[in-house]
């Protein structure tokens, strides 16, 4: 890929910009239900309900149930949120310092899947690391999420390029496939190398 290829770098957050950790939370769960994290770990899943939380179709009192039935404990909603929102780390230093210097250079965009709770934690969080981006999308609010390819022409859509000119970072491999399957290039980020590597023609 070459900047005659790509109008557009898009760019996943959690793995790729902000770190995150789900046994973090797991081991909060753990600490104030007397669960094992190992348990909790292999009795939380990624289903209909997650992804309905994740598209704003599941609010939050309800997808707090939905863990209390799923893992079967008795948290109260509080304790539950303190340990998801403990999943969210800190920004990735070398990826953010790469975007800084790429504003001006090549538009840049952030398409993350997220549910509102992390949202309003993350985005005062890396306010001055976001600030380079033109637009974020978020799973949450346009009600599409990744990999489904409706959730990348929408946003090729609003960005207004055709997709095979987006240039798309995620952490998650089954997200990269999706993005390619919709017809945009895309790099499997395994470390912030993988990206410098990528966006080193714009530097």
């Not at 081991?27 to 909790?40: C, D, F, N, Q, V």
């Not at 504003?103 to 993350?112: K, T």
């Not at 306010?127 to 799973?139: C, D, E, V, W």
């Amino acid at each position: 890929m070459t900047p005659d290829d790509v109008d557009v770098l898009l760019y996943d957050l959690g793995g790729v910009i902000l770190g995150i950790d789900f046994e973090r939370t797991f081991a909060h769960w753990s600490r104030h239900s007397g669960l094992p994290a190992e348990t909790i770990k292999a009795r939380f899943r990624h289903d209909a309900q997650f992804h309905a939380h994740e598209c704003g179709r599941l609010d939050a009192p309800g997808f707090y149930d939905w863990v209390r039935r799923t893992v079967g404990f008795d948290l109260d909603d509080r304790t539950l949120q303190e340990g998801w929102i403990a999943l969210l780390g800190s920004e990735i230093a070398p990826t953010v310092e790469a975007i800084r210097k790429l504003e001006g250079r090549i538009p840049q965009y952030v398409f993350s899947n997220t549910n509102v709770e992390h949202e309003d934690v993350w985005v005062p969080r890396l306010r001055r690391a976001l600030a380079p981006m033109r637009g974020i999308f978020t799973s949450c609010r346009i009600g599409l999420r990744k990999p489904d390819a409706e959730a990348f022409h929408h946003v090729a859509r609003e960005i207004g390029v055709p997709p095979r000119r987006i240039l798309f970072f995620d952490d998650t491999p089954h997200n990269v496939e999706g993005a390619r399957a919709a017809g945009l290039q895309a790099v499997h980020v395994r470390s912030p190398e993988d990206v410098l590597g990528a966006v080193r023609p714009w530097m």
